[in-house]
């Protein structure tokens, strides 16, 4: 079955500072993977997707994510951090169970920023 | 705002109940997926309906249900409640039927407590 794995359930990072998120994936055929993010009282929100083509892919708000098949990883990342970044951001893959109509999120990465 | 209508905002309840929680999608969507979001299980996806019938099924317990009508809104049954169906209920919609190639736009949830 499909399923991702992020790496620390809590990341705290000073402003400007790189970020980095880590999400691992297993997936028996080319998996479509996205990124999500969550702010405090809300739903969540696109950042960014791979379905196919270049393997480097920017989203909103700086990041971008890298898909990486000899690793099965697909990395979240963003040169500089904001206070604004503090958030829950979690991994998802594409669910072959049903057809890949719904999504398997990981576990979550909460991201704190210190000033 | 994601566009995409829940309520209530909150629930208390006693186990044993039932309770009905409701999804507006956003305009022109026409599918809604239901997943169950709690501090052990993370977000599990539950179930996807789109243009009013099931499309897929994920780890939905027999006690809970779930329908789309003529207007593309949905709810989502839970009875017999248990205590450990204490969690936050996402609503999310997309245009299309395959969550893989589209963007999710989530509602804000419905927080069930089970007392």
């Known amino acids: 079955a499909q399923s991702v794995t992020q790496l620390g359930s809590h990341v705290s990072v000073s402003e400007g500072a790189l970020v980095l998120l880590r999400c691992n994936y297993s997936?028996?055929?080319?998996?479509?993977l996205f990124w999500y993010v969550q702010y405090p009282n809300q739903g969540l929100q696109l950042l960014l997707k791979?379905?196919?083509?270049?393997?480097l892919v920017k989203g909103i708000n700086g990041f971008e994510a890298e898909f990486k098949k000899s690793e099965t990883s697909f990395h979240l990342t963003k040169p500089s951090a904001h206070m604004s970044d503090a958030a829950e951001y979690f991994c998802a893959v594409s669910d072959l169970r049903t057809g890949r109509r719904a999504l398997t999120f990981g576990s979550g990465t909460r991201l704190q920023v210190q000033p | 705002d994601s566009g995409v209508t829940q309520t209530p905002k909150h629930l208390i309840t006693a186990t044993g109940q039932r309770v009905t929680l409701r999804c507006s999608p956003r305009s022109g969507d026409l599918s809604v997926y239901w997943y169950q979001q709690s501090l052990d299980q993370g977000l599990q996806f539950l179930i996807q309906?789109?243009?009013?019938?099931?499309?897929a099924k994920g780890n939905i317990l027999e006690r809970f249900s779930a329908q789309q009508f003529p207007d593309l809104h949905s709810e989502l049954n839970l009875s017999s409640l248990e205590l450990g169906d204490s969690a936050l209920y996402f609503c999310a919609s997309s245009v299309g039927g395959q969550a893989e190639g589209e963007k999710l736009f989530f509602g804000s949830g419905t927080q069930l407590s089970v007392l």
């Open positions: 309906y789109y243009n009013g019938e099931e499309r």
């Open positions: 791979y379905t196919t083509g270049a393997t």
């Open positions: 997936s028996s055929v080319p998996p479509y």
